[in-house]
């Protein structure tokens, strides 16, 4: 299975998210997209749903040497994960974590400047709360965002992605409420390779469609 783009695979995700449709129209679900390409399939959710859309800011820890691999990431509240097999096999020492962290939560704030401005994270206390991304590769920043999402009170927090290796599903399984992904490949090697247009996706690109967003919310 091949998506054309980001665009229609938020559309395929969306029908496998049907059955949210009484809760949202009743304001209780939220759809939030890990940046960058994860927003625009949230989007098309959002959108199908008719629930407001946000980003959930999280950034991965990289190695020494090999920002790449993931051995952690951070929430934009502060909420971690930390991988400790991978920290152990690279004997990476706490003090390395803690700088690292400490510069991925300042590159969190400078993300959700430039993605909300002034505007608050919609509420996500007491709700349903979809989060959605483009592929889950290492799970990182799915299972850290939706730790985070706990730690904020959201009633329930579903995972959703059009593509995802299977040994990862048990993984988010452990963070989330429902995990919905509509392809598991046995033989996975980048979500890009699942995607015939995967091109980079901008900062601009993002804020048009949160304004586009909070436009429709609006007139809804």
């Given at each position: 299975?091949?998506?054309?783009?980001?665009?229609?695979?938020?559309?395929?995700?969306?029908?496998?998210?049907?059955?949210?449709?009484?809760?949202?129209?009743?304001?209780?679900?939220?759809?939030?997209?890990?940046?960058?390409?994860?927003?625009?399939?949230?989007?098309?959710?959002?959108?199908?749903?008719?629930?407001?859309?946000?980003?959930?800011?999280?950034?991965?820890?990289?190695a020494p040497g090999?920002?790449?691999?993931?051995?952690?990431?951070?929430?934009?509240?502060?909420?971690?994960?930390?991988?400790?097999l991978a920290v152990?096999?690279?004997?990476?020492?706490?003090?390395?974590?803690?700088?690292?962290?400490?510069?991925?939560?300042?590159?969190?704030r400078r993300r959700?400047?430039?993605?909300?401005?002034?505007?608050?994270?919609?509420?996500?206390?007491?709700?349903?709360?979809?989060?959605?991304?483009?592929?889950?590769?290492?799970?990182?920043?799915?299972?850290?965002?939706?730790?985070?999402?706990?730690?904020?009170?959201?009633?329930?927090?579903?995972?959703?992605?059009?593509?995802?290796?299977?040994?990862?599903?048990?993984?988010?399984?452990?963070?989330?409420?429902?995990?919905?992904?509509?392809?598991?490949?046995?033989?996975?090697?980048?979500?890009?390779?699942?995607?015939?247009?995967?091109?980079?996706?901008?900062?601009?690109?993002?804020?048009?469609?949160?304004?586009?967003?909070?436009?429709?919310?609006?007139?809804?």
């Amino acid at each position: 299975m091949r998506f054309r783009d980001r665009r229609e695979a938020g559309q395929r995700l969306a029908e496998a998210l049907r059955d949210l449709e009484p809760e949202a129209r009743a304001g209780q679900v939220v759809v939030l997209g890990i940046p960058r390409g994860g927003v625009v399939v949230a989007y098309e959710v959002a959108r199908a749903l008719g629930a407001p859309l946000d980003v959930v800011l999280a950034h991965k820890l990289g190695a020494p040497g090999n920002p790449e691999l993931a051995i952690g990431a951070v929430a934009e509240d502060g909420t971690l994960w930390i991988d400790p097999l991978a920290v152990a096999e690279l004997e990476i020492p706490p003090a390395y974590i803690e700088e690292e962290t400490r510069r991925q939560q300042e590159e969190l704030r400078r993300r959700a400047a430039r993605f909300r401005g002034l505007r608050p994270p919609v509420p996500v206390e007491g709700r349903t709360v979809v989060v959605v991304d483009d592929g889950i590769a290492t799970g990182a920043t799915m299972r850290v965002s939706l730790r985070s999402l706990r730690h904020r009170g959201a009633k329930r927090r579903i995972a959703a992605a059009p593509v995802a290796p299977p040994e990862m599903l048990p993984r988010v399984e452990a963070e989330a409420d429902a995990v919905v992904v509509l392809y598991t490949p046995a033989l996975f090697w980048a979500v890009g390779a699942f995607y015939k247009q995967f091109e980079q996706v901008s900062d601009e690109e993002v804020i048009a469609l949160l304004e586009e967003a909070m436009a429709w919310g609006a007139r809804s």
